[in-house]
């Protein structure tokens, strides 16, 4: 059902303006790719389409490491920055305007690179892996959560509601494409988790990420803009007309792979990590 209303508003801008963003699996799936790349204190993070900056303010806040969140869309930044300061965050946390393809960073510059439901947005996602590689230093990480298919999908009708109203090319990687790309790009200890949205805990956790003040704003935002700009209420018309059964088909991966060093450098020992994770309240023993 091609969508050819000149009122439309594309889907992350729509987001930008309400302030919020989603990936699948929300706080678990952040949690499980933060203990991929053994994210820890010391750590100089970047988080690549950051959004409103969500992952990074938990991972500033949580785990007590520095990041720098980078967007395309200067309205998620803005948003980014804001919540930060609302937050006190100080010098914990740094966005700035960026395009993942093509970073203002030079080689080696952060410990952990991650990136969430970003990939699913750029056509180039091989010469994206090669770009995060770059920024990495030399024994860091880099993780992906993206969406990929879970079982092939029946019709045409669940790929055009991607394609037309979340801006999404349907043609994803699936699972073992991932692979080949962070293996092309020089990465190794490559590790993947693939997860249906059949566990319901995982995709309820998507509020979690959001604070009880953040919330209220999303809340107030989307009130707001339901009543002053037509273009928002066509997408939420839009929208139930999603497909039954889409998310059945679609699912996500969680992808992360260690950049390649000559002389391979030492993670934090996993006792360190788990006690980490346990202080920020994170049940550790749940992570598969
Ligand atoms: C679905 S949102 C996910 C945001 C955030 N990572 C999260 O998990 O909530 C995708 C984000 O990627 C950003 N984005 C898309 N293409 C980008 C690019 N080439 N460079 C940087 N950011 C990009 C969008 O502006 C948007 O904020």
């Known amino acids: 059902m091609p969508n050819n209303s000149p009122s439309r508003i594309p889907y992350l801008d729509l987001q930008a303006a309400i302030g919020a963003t989603r990936h699948m699996g929300g706080l678990e799936a952040t949690k499980d790719l933060v203990c991929l790349c053994r994210v820890g204190p010391a750590h100089h993070v970047l988080d690549v389409g950051c959004g409103p900056g969500t992952t990074a303010r938990l991972l500033a806040r ?7 969140g980078v967007d395309i869309r200067p ?31 030079g080689d080696g510059a952060f410990d952990a690179v991650l990136c969430e439901s970003v990939a699913t947005f750029v056509e180039d996602k091989p010469g994206l892996v090669r770009e995060l590689a770059r920024v990495t230093k030399p024994g860091g ?5 993206e969406e990929v298919w879970v079982k092939p999908p029946p019709s045409d009708e669940y790929m055009a509601f991607m394609r037309h109203n979340m801006d999404v090319e ?35 956790s998507q ?31 839009l929208w139930k007309q999603m497909p039954e059964g889409l998310f059945e088909y ?12 000559p002389h391979p450098k030492k993670d934090l020992p996993v006792g360190t990590v788990r006690s ?9 023993t749940e992570r598969k």
Do not use: H
Request: glycine share 10%; proline share 3%; aromatic share 12%.
């Open 75 to 105: 309205a998620m930044i803005a948003r980014a920055i804001e919540a930060a300061r609302s937050a006190r965050l100080g010098s914990r946390v740094a966005f700035r305007v960026a395009d993942a393809r093509s970073l203002p960073f």
């Open 207 to 237: 509020k979690r990420r959001y604070s009880l003040a953040d919330g209220l704003r999303i809340l107030v935002r989307s009130g707001w803009l339901y009543l002053v700009n037509p273009a928002f209420r066509e997408y939420k018309r």
């Open 170 to 204: 349907p043609d994803l990687p699936a699972a073992r494409d991932w692979e080949g790309f962070l293996l092309s790009a020089g990465l190794q200890d490559i590790e993947t988790r693939v997860f249906d949205r059949a566990d319901a805990g995982r995709e309820s």
């Open 250 to 261: 679609l699912g996500y991966g969680i992808f992360a792979g260690r950049v390649t060093v």
């Open 276 to 284: 980490i994770y346990r202080q920020a309240g994170w049940d550790w």
């Open 62 to 68: 949580e785990v007590g490491c520095r990041v720098t």
């Open 141 to 145: 990480r880099i993780g992906f959560n």
